[in-house]
Every structure is written in structure tokens, then in C-alpha cells.
């Protein structure tokens, strides 16, 4: 059987547990269950601190794992694992904030201490940039850290960046990391059942960012059509019963779909037709 290891709380547990299940794997229904095997995919889901899925995953003792890029870095397993899918779920940046005007550079940290939960991350960018200063681990709330006085800044994960502005902090710097959620393995491991987990959930994905776009067009206009709607390889391109006309069918990107949909018009498409995809193996 495939062990792998599912985030049991916080932000990246629903979402993940969510993709498993659109990928045809059995989830747990009671947050407290621990492990869940499914038996028809022959797999089995450990629900695990996605702080330490990197850990169990690095030492091989579970095959693959779903956690965050920053959390598998600060975990500094790095050679012992390898990145094998991003999730596009649970986007996140990781970095620097201070007092409202206190800090414009990177620079400035030096010789100050930085509160973060995340010291492993912190402490190796610092060397790579070569700054030295001061690390404070602290669990959580870091916001508050700098106004209790034991650190002058903080590198904390952003996502709206409400917690800092409801502190009266602002970012500084270029961003440490952008953060999301991804399939961890062991490095140059391929255990039974991980290229069908892992083209699952590339299914997945594809049917979450793409649609299906069928409209009719005049012949003469086809190849231009098929400007505007590429696909992924290549578009289908069916005859219709007025020999003048053909009937294109081609994969969109979601986001770019009204647009598509208003230049095929302009260009002298009719009956756009778009449709969600519900499963798919690219
Ligand atoms: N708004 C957010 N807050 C925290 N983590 C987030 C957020 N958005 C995305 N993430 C990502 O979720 C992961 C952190 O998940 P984790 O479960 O450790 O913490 P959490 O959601 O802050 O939960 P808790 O603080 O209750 O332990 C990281 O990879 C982080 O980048
Ligand atoms: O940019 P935002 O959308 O505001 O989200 C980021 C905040 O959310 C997380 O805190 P969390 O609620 O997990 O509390 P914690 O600090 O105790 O972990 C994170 O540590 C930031 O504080
Ligand atoms: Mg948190």
C-alpha cells in the first residue's frame, strides 16, 4: 500500500483532503480519525501536523505527503526530499514585516532580532543574503512580538495580509518565499501507486483550472479560431451539415474564458458553448 501523509489541521487539511476526494480516494468524515486506508486504491492516508509530514516522508517512513513548500523547507529535509506536484491550493508568502515606517530594506535587519515560527526558513535565507541578525522562534501570533517587545520584526506567512495590517505592521523586501501547497516524496523514489496518485491529481488540477469551449465557425475562419483556443495539444475540428461551417471543441484556461469567449465572437464564431470538465487525464 501507498502511506501518505495528509495535513490534520489548519489551513491546508480541508482543501487537501477535498483534492484526494475529487481524485477518487477515500477521505476520513471525523476529524479525529488518524488513519484511513482504502483499500480499492490500495493507499493509505496518515492525517499528520503538515509541519511534520517533511519529517516522517524524509526518513521513508511514509511514501509521499501533501504539505506546504514553506513548511518542507523550514523542516530542512531538503536532501532527503523532492517536490513532485504544487497543489495550487494554500497559496502563501513568507516575509519580512515591521513596525508601520520602521523598515525599507533587507539591510537594515542587521544586528536585529526577527521573530518567526518558521526559523529554519529564516535562518537559511539570512546566510544566503548574508545578513546577520538575531532569530526568535516563537509558535504563533509573531505579529505580536515586535509590540511585546522581544523582537524589532517578524518573517510570517501572508496570505491577505489583514493579521499584519490589524497590527499596525507592513511588509518590507522581496518576498523570502511564495508558498503553496505540494506532493512531497522521497528523492529518486518511486513507490508503487505514486504515478497514478500523481496523475490523478493532475486531473484534478486540470479540470479546476480549465473549461471546455465548443462553438461553430465558418471554414475559412478556422485556422484563426484556433489562434484564440490553442488547447492543450491540439483542437478538435468536426464538419457540420452546412459544409461552409466546421465546429471547433478545444480546452480554455478558466480565467481566460469570457475573453476567449468575446474574441471567437468578434472573429464570427456562434453558439459558444462552455462547459466545466469533470475528470480528466491529460
Ligand atoms: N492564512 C494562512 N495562515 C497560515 N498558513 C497559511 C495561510 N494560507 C496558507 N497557509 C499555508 O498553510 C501552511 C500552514 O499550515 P499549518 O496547519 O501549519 O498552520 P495554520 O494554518 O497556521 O494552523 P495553526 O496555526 O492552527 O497551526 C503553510 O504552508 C502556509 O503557507
Ligand atoms: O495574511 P493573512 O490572511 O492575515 O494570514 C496570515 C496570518 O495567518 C496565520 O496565522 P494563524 O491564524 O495561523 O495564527 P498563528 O500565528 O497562531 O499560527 C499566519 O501566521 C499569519 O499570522
Ligand atoms: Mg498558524
Given at each position: 500500500m501507498l502511506r501518505v501523509?495528509?495535513?490534520?489541521?489548519?489551513?491546508?487539511?480541508?482543501?487537501a483532503s477535498?483534492?484526494?476526494?475529487?481524485a477518487?480516494y477515500r477521505?476520513r468524515r471525523?476529524?479525529r480519525?488518524l488513519?484511513m486506508?482504502?483499500?480499492?486504491?490500495e493507499i493509505?492516508?496518515?492525517?499528520?501536523?503538515?509541519?511534520?509530514?517533511?519529517?516522517y516522508v524524509?526518513?521513508?517512513?511514509?511514501?509521499?505527503?501533501?504539505?506546504?513548500?514553506?513548511?518542507?523547507?523550514d523542516a530542512?529535509?531538503?536532501?532527503?526530499?523532492?517536490?513532485?506536484?504544487?497543489?495550487?491550493?494554500?497559496?502563501?508568502?513568507?516575509?519580512?514585516?515591521?513596525?508601520v515606517?520602521?523598515?525599507s530594506?533587507?539591510g537594515e535587519?542587521?544586528?536585529?532580532?526577527?521573530?518567526t515560527s518558521?526559523?529554519?526558513?529564516?535562518?537559511?535565507?539570512?546566510?544566503?543574503?548574508?545578513i546577520e541578525?538575531t532569530v526568535?522562534r516563537?509558535?504563533?501570533?509573531v505579529?505580536?512580538?515586535?509590540?511585546?517587545g522581544?523582537?524589532?520584526?517578524?518573517a510570517?506567512?501572508?496570505?491577505t495580509?489583514?493579521?499584519?495590517k490589524?497590527?499596525?505592521m507592513e511588509?518590507?523586501?522581496e518576498?523570502?518565499?511564495?508558498?503553496e501547497?505540494?506532493v512531497?516524496g522521497?528523492?529518486?523514489q518511486?513507490p508503487a501507486?505514486?504515478?497514478v496518485?500523481?496523475?490523478?491529481?493532475?486531473g484534478v488540477?486540470?479540470a479546476?483550472?480549465?473549461?471546455?469551449?465548443?462553438?461553430?465557425?465558418?471554414?475559412?475562419?478556422v485556422?484563426?479560431?484556433?489562434?484564440?483556443?490553442?488547447?492543450l495539444?491540439?483542437?478538435?475540428?468536426?464538419p457540420?451539415?452546412?459544409?461552409?461551417?466546421v465546429?471547433?471543441?478545444s480546452?480554455?484556461r478558466?480565467s481566460t474564458?469570457?475573453?476567449?469567449?468575446?474574441?471567437?465572437?468578434d472573429?464570427?464564431?456562434?453558439a459558444i458553448?462552455v462547459?466545466?470538465?469533470?475528470?480528466?487525464?491529460?
Open positions: 501523509a495528509v495535513p490534520n489541521k489548519g489551513s491546508l487539511s480541508e482543501a477535498a483534492m484526494l476526494t475529487e477518487g477521505q471525523d476529524s480519525e488513519v486506508v482504502d483499500p480499492d486504491n493509505e492516508f496518515f492525517y499528520l501536523r503538515p509541519r511534520d509530514i517533511a519529517v524524509g526518513r521513508g517512513i511514509l511514501d509521499v505527503g501533501i504539505t506546504g513548500r514553506d513548511l518542507y523547507m530542512e529535509v531538503n536532501g532527503d526530499v523532492e517536490e513532485l506536484l504544487p497543489l495550487g491550493i494554500g497559496a502563501s508568502t513568507f516575509r519580512f514585516a515591521g513596525p515606517g520602521d523598515f530594506s533587507l535587519l542587521a544586528g536585529r532580532r526577527i521573530a518558521y526559523d529554519g526558513l529564516l535562518r537559511g535565507y539570512l546566510a544566503e543574503q548574508g541578525a526568535v516563537l509558535d504563533g501570533a505579529e505580536s512580538s515586535v509590540r511585546l522581544v523582537a524589532d520584526a517578524i510570517d506567512v501572508v496570505e495580509g489583514n493579521t499584519l490589524a497590527a499596525g511588509i518590507f523586501g518576498p523570502i518565499l511564495r508558498s501547497a505540494v512531497i522521497r528523492a529518486g518511486a501507486g505514486l504515478e496518485l500523481l496523475r490523478r491529481l493532475q488540477l486540470v479546476r483550472q480549465y473549461v471546455m469551449v465548443d462553438y461553430d465557425v465558418p471554414r475559412e475562419l485556422e484563426a479560431a484556433c489562434e484564440i483556443t490553442p488547447g495539444e491540439s483542437p478538435t475540428v468536426s457540420l451539415k452546412d459544409s461552409d461551417w465546429a471547433v471543441r480546452m480554455v478558466k474564458t469570457n475573453r476567449v469567449m468575446d474574441d471567437l465572437y472573429l464570427g464564431a456562434r458553448l462547459s466545466t470538465i469533470h475528470a480528466c487525464r491529460i
